[in-house]
């Protein structure tokens, strides 16, 4: 017999991501190509535009006034074109790079999933919904350039979508200076939402588009009494997530569904999150998934949502930054998601407005405990998103 | 291993088996290992007798050679018989043959992901050329840097052992110091191979 099931180390999927010599090389080059556009492409571009394209506007009597009126000065300017093309294909390499080493490993991460999700070693569950339909803004485009992103089967019990969103995502944020650990935006809000809502006590907590989880765990951390529950429409990244969680420790309940309309029972959560979420359902959706959240706090609990900051929220200049994405990353929402004020979809879903926030919360891992109490007592301000901070939104359903 | 040997005929009896397994229960100290002597244990519980093994051994020896639809067959009938079929070690798939729809249990083989993104692809320039040739331009740059690498590699075997394998320069593991390096390296070879032209 074996000992307590809790003693017992539990094999970890990812290890079985066993790059070959120069295929992690190439994923390392990845890396630093994706760095390179995002970051130094990105700076190079705005000098472009605040150093020669706006003053030549301004002297000719016509400053964009909007994002819309930036892109269409910058479009045809090399340093746009070639800061697209980079982040462009470096996108698209990221899961290029790691697709060969996850078909090596696929027969061997299947076994171990559908272990693990047998013997369940350290709890949780893994329920899957073979009739689910998928929306159709998941089927029509792969987002974010991800062949078959969350949801594509490619065989029996297929776990390859977790793996390569996973894996992708790490050649992604591989040299990112604010995204260097997997879960890095979960551990940021939880660290805030401990601070911001100290009385808050979550029986259970609920992530939407979990994926593999990642941003949930830093939350059973935060809330080890909790029950943690993460729902995605993908089947492949809800197996992929289930056996990470064992590994991990995390007893999860994952189950297959649709944010907008799910079997849980009225007022079964105490705390709602989700991490770049929002933005990749239709709008539609969204309004729909902020109701159900209504429907699924239970008084006095909370919804928190990591989110793009909102058109009103940045400059003209960083909305035409963002808004790149809505056609050049497959994310069809993005533009008119950031159109409106999360604050307005908060209370059209039925929360107050007095009890709605939006705001910027600090990366916890690179902006330290220290800065961080000085941030809860208003002394400074939180980085802007992306650059050492994280926008959220949310509200908290009265008592 | 579950499933793995459901159909394979076994000469030894329940006695020797049992001694076998009493025997592994002793040495197995690993998870797997434990979990491999109860699966054992649970599999000797349910064995058919004697005389059904008898049996089985003398049918199958009369369709000898099997045809891959019968041994398919065969080998699933028996895995249904195990309480883990679901989570055997091999992939089930359903395939459309021209004599209709077949199940053939088989050994995991090859899944190829899909290397093309469903959507509209955009052009950043022009001439959509341009766009490819930015492709084939970063994709090499890429490569350059995956040669690198591998050179780095092979000199830093040679410094320590004065000789290199294929096998050494595939196990070889770059310590973070070492990642930290390269990195550099690469940060340096990207701005100078991308290096853009100064805006009139």
Redesign the interface.
Known sequence: ??ANPKD????SIEELFQP???ER??Q???S??R??AII??RK?MKD?YDN?VEPKLEREGGKPEDWAAIEKSMEH??????Y???R???Q??CY??V?PT??RA??QM??LA??LA?RRPVGGSLRLNPELRLPKYIT???VH????WVH?E?????V?QGA?VSFGGKVFTG?HPYRKKPGAVGESISYWLRRKFPDLKPRRILDLGTTAGKNLFPYCDAYPQAEAYGIDVGAPVLRYGYAVAQHEGYPVHFSQQDAENTDFPDGHFDLIVSSFFFHEVSLKATRKILRECKRLLAPGGVMVHMELPDETSVSAYENFFWNWDT??N?EPWYTSYRAQDPLNLCVEAGFEREASFKLLVPDILTFGAEKHEKFMRGEIASPAHGSGGWFVFGARKPL | MKGRFDACASVADDAQLSRFVDAIAKDAGG??E??FV?DFREALAKRPTAAVRDLRRRCSADVEPLSIGARALMTTDLAAQSP?A??S?S???STRSSEGDTTVTE??T???????????R?D??DDPAI?QM??FL??L???V??LR??LD?VERLLDQHGSVTRAA??S?QPSPQL?DE??AW??AY??RV?R??T?D
């Open positions: 017999m074996v017992i180390p539990v094999p070959t010599h120069d090389a190439r390392n080059m990845v630093m190509i760095k390179h130094d492409m190079a472009d020669r300017e090399a340093s746009y074109r070639f697209s093309a980079m462009y294909n470096a698209e390499m290029l790079s697709q996850v078909e696929l027969p299947i076994d559908r272990d047998h029509s485009l792969d350039l991800a062949p078959g594509a490619h065989t029996t019990d297929d390859a390569v040299q056609l050049n497959n | 998870v797997y434990q979990l109860e883990y679901r989570w070690r992939v089930v798939y050994p995991a090859a899944v190829q992901l899909p290397r093309h993104t469903k959507g509209k955009p950043f320039f766009d930015m492709t970063l994709e740059t890429t490569e840097g995956v690498d591998r590699t320069i595939e070889f990642e390269r990195n690469r940060a990207l701005k991308l853009m032209h805006p």
